[in-house]
Structures are given as C-alpha cells and as structure tokens.
C-alpha cells in the first residue's frame, strides 16, 4: 500500500533518483500518514526529447517535468489530505529537478480496498481480519 510510480525527464541518474524516491516517501508518510515500511517507488528516466507539451519538446522547451502517480487505498484520505500532498510533491519535486515546466502531474487514485492489496491480500481482507483480531 501505497505504490508510486515517478517519471522525471531526463538521462538516467541514481543520485536523483534516491533522493527523489525519499522526498516522496517522507511526503506520503507525513502528510498521507502511510506507514514507511510499506511504500513502494519507482523511478523512470524519460529522455527530454521524447516528453511533450503542447506539441513540444521538454528539450526544444529547455524544460523539465514530471509524472507522479500514487495508489492509495480508497476512503483512507481525506480531500484536503491529497490536496496538500499534491501541492507539496510538486514544490518539493519541482525544487529538487529544477526548471520543471507547469504540466507536471501529480495524480493520486484511490483503489478500491476489495481490489487492491500486497502479499497476496487485499486491502479490504486486511481491513476484516483486524476488525475481527481486535478486542471489542
């Protein structure tokens, strides 16, 4: 739970890589309060060249950008929750690239409890066996 998948343009770099996959991480701990140990990332490179806006070129732009896409289980977040996560992500992400173009995207879904899950286990299972582990 929760699964982030980031697209940064540009050539392949480990070092922003990690810091950016921890800026992420410390912002969905802190602001969505998931815990650590369970948030996935991962981080794609995509050449500037091949990401557009508006029929142009990152590189013809002499921009940068980003794509952050966030699974969540659904009803665990409240609006202002996600709100203040995307705000955060992009001045955060957009501080850490540099030069990064408006159409960067922050796209956080909410997953059905009963369809989504790690370890062989949905969400929604989880959610039923501690309402019945849990002393009444």
Do not use: C
């Not at 501080?95 to 790690?118: C, F, K, N, P, T």
Request: negative net charge; charged residues 25%.
């Amino acid at each position: 739970m929760p699964h982030l998948n980031l697209q940064i343009s540009g050539p392949a770099d480990p070092a922003l890589a990690r810091r950016a996959s921890a800026l992420v991480a410390d912002l969905t701990v802190e602001t969505l309060g998931k815990p650590r140990e369970l948030i996935a990332i991962e981080v794609r490179f995509v050449d500037r060249a091949l990401w557009f806006v508006d029929g142009r070129s990152l590189e013809e732009l002499g921009r940068n950008s980003f794509f952050l896409d966030i699974s969540i289980t659904d009803e665990t977040n409240t609006k202002d929750e996600k709100a203040r996560f995307i705000e955060r992500a992009y001045a955060q992400l957009s501080a850490l690239i540099g030069e990064v173009h408006e159409v960067s995207y922050i796209h956080v879904v909410d997953a059905r409890a009963a369809a989504y899950g790690y370890g062989g286990a949905t969400q929604e299972r989880r959610y039923q066996a501690a309402r019945i582990a849990a002393p009444r």
